[in-house]
């Protein structure tokens, strides 16, 4: 069963920084980050506007486990798609019916890329 976790924005953007800052990232469903962004973008970059933005997330959490130190690491809360890209599932809590994605960009890597676009 999923439940949500509440953390601050500041939490999710030192993560990205820190742990994140290199890897490439994409909002859907976000207007306000997806127009300060060119995505996909770096973590530094995401964590750049998620701390502009601040406030708290509501990150759905599909599992019970490592959810005590989802703060301190909001890594543990991401889900892997098929592709075993990193997906954190938000909403502001503020707006809690408008949820919205963050997803690692793997598409280079599982060959659906621009060349691989390309050639179709």
Do not use: Y
């Amino acid at each position: 069963m999923s439940e949500h976790v509440v953390i601050d924005a500041n939490a999710l953007a030192t993560w990205l920084a820190k742990d994140a800052a290199e890897v490439l990232w994409t909002v859907d469903g976000e207007n306000t980050l997806e127009a300060q962004l060119d995505l996909p973008c770096t973590g530094s970059d995401l964590a750049t506007a998620v701390r502009k933005h601040g406030g708290q997330l509501l990150v759905l959490a599909p599992h019970h486990g490592s959810l005590g130190t989802s703060e301190s690491d909001p890594g543990v809360l991401a889900v892997k798609d098929e592709h075993g890209a990193r997906v954190f599932q938000l909403a502001w809590k503020s707006e809690p019916d408008h949820r919205w994605v963050v997803a690692e960009d793997v598409a280079e890597d599982v060959g659906i890329g621009p060349a691989a676009a390309a050639s179709r």
